[in-house]
């Protein structure tokens, strides 16, 4: 099969996402893989930072090959973004109609005209719905989008019209689910988030140079630093529990937070590492005592399935989270606060875990791997298949009888 991935982030991107993990095993079943985006601007040639150069790079080359899959970056001289006129559900819409060369043309090119399947992961790829053909198309739904900051305001409007128009939805979460239910009530599938099988190897007996070495507890945040996350929360257990040592591990993406964090480096029991590659996480799990999940509550992180969760567990970490509503749902080990008092009191309950408890948490994280995901999606793919099959027989019968 012709595998398209419409997407959001960069293949080469350090630290993989979910699309990245099952546009990985799609490859390894044997079918033809394109990563398709994020595309470029003219817009970006005034933010020449690191991905962007990156991207026009791609774009130059045509297609660059990351493992054995192929990538294309388009260019489109509009491009969806938070600012006057180009927040318009216009450009929303037809970003990818706008490309130079056209992008058609270059899929044909390159043997992916027609998809055998169009993965759609952000509401732009809408467009791409009417301009390449395809057999089957899926969205894969892991946030409400318009519960983020410096989002255009219709890009709500966008994830609704994509999610009507496609054979099949995954929602990464219930909430995700039950809003998507709203629009398309029968084509509509609860597959959460999973964790890499690297995560389950035995670690080394020594750490990572950088790993905190000063005898405390080590509490681990493993992930971005953006709205989401909890500062003063974490500057409480930071401030309260000086027998514990909290290792962050993670790019910062909201400058809001940047001056607090910048106080709690000050802080003898506080590290802040930065991002590291996903090869290399397990080993920083492996020898902390706990994670964490130190997220506020709202409705946006209602929605949130944290991958984070699952690779805490698989490397025997006890999590610590507040109440979030999926997390909850789910049932699995989890211990929960509620308000920035209870955060501490938690930590201390956790760091009890014994041996026995944390081969809990590795044997239900084994469940919930990235492959068993896979093999969900496949049962989905060969299901829809099988409908439209159906629905063309029928539709050929009637044909006929008419005449």
């Known amino acids: 099969m012709k595998i398209l991935f419409a997407e959001s982030h960069n293949l080469d991107r350090p630290d993989p996402l979910g699309s990245h993990h099952y546009i990985g095993f799609f490859k390894q079943a044997g079918h033809q893989c394109m990563w398709l ?3 470029i601007s003219p817009l970006h040639l ?3 930072d690191r991905l962007n150069r990156n991207r026009f790079q791609v774009w130059r080359e045509g297609i660059r090959t990351v493992k054995g899959i192929d990538w294309m970056v388009p260019l489109s001289l509009i491009f969806y973004y938070n600012l006057p006129v180009l927040r318009s559900s216009f450009v929303g819409r037809n970003q990818f109609r706008f490309c130079l060369p056209p992008l058609k043309g270059r899929l044909q090119k390159a043997g992916f005209v027609p998809a055998d399947l169009l993965w759609c992961a952000g509401p ?3 467009s791409l719905l009417d301009l390449v053909p395809h057999r089957l198309s899926c969205y894969r739904l892991a946030d409400r989008l318009d519960k983020f900051r410096r989002i255009p305001p ?8 994509i999610i009507e128009r496609v054979d099949f ?3 990464t979460s219930q909430s995700l689910w039950e809003w998507a239910q709203k629009f398309c009530t029968e084509d509509v599938y609860y597959l959460p988030n999973g964790v890499s099988e690297i995560f389950f190897e035995p670690a080394g007996e020594t750490p990572p140079q950088d790993f905190p070495a000063d005898g405390r507890a080590v509490a681990v945040y493993l992930g971005t630093l953006d709205s989401r996350f909890d500062l003063e929360t974490l500057a409480r257990g930071v401030a309260k529990l000086k027998d514990v040592h909290f290792l962050i591990i993670g790019p910062l993406t909201d400058g809001t937070l940047r001056p607090g964090m910048k106080l709690l480096q000050a802080e003898e029991n506080f590290t802040w590492l930065g991002p590291k590659e996903h090869k290399a996480v397990p080993a920083y799990l492996k020898h902390a005592d706990l994670g964490m999940i130190p997220f506020h509550l709202n409705e946006l992180t209602e929605a949130v399935n944290p991958i984070k969760y699952y690779e805490y567990l698989a490397c025997g970490l006890p999590v610590v989270a507040p109440p979030l509503r999926e997390l909850s749902a789910m049932k699995g080990p989890l211990y929960h606060y509620r308000g920035r008092a209870d955060f501490c009191s938690a930590l201390k309950q956790a760091l009890k875990a014994g041996e026995e408890e ?9 469940l919930q791997t990235w492959e068993i995901r896979f093999q969900d999606i496949l049962k ?9 099959s159906e629905q063309r027989a029928l539709s050929s019968t009637e044909g006929a009888l008419r005449k």
Do not use: C, W
């Open 37 to 39: 985006g994020p595309a």
């Open 46 to 48: 005034f933010k020449a």
């Open 124 to 126: 732009v790829a809408l």
């Open 154 to 161: 219709g890009v709500a409007q966008l994830q609704q019209e």
């Open 169 to 171: 939805v995954l929602a």
């Open 358 to 366: 944390k081969k809990d948490f590795t044997g239900y994280a084994r």
């Open 380 to 388: 989905i793919m060969e299901e829809k298949t099988a409908q439209k």
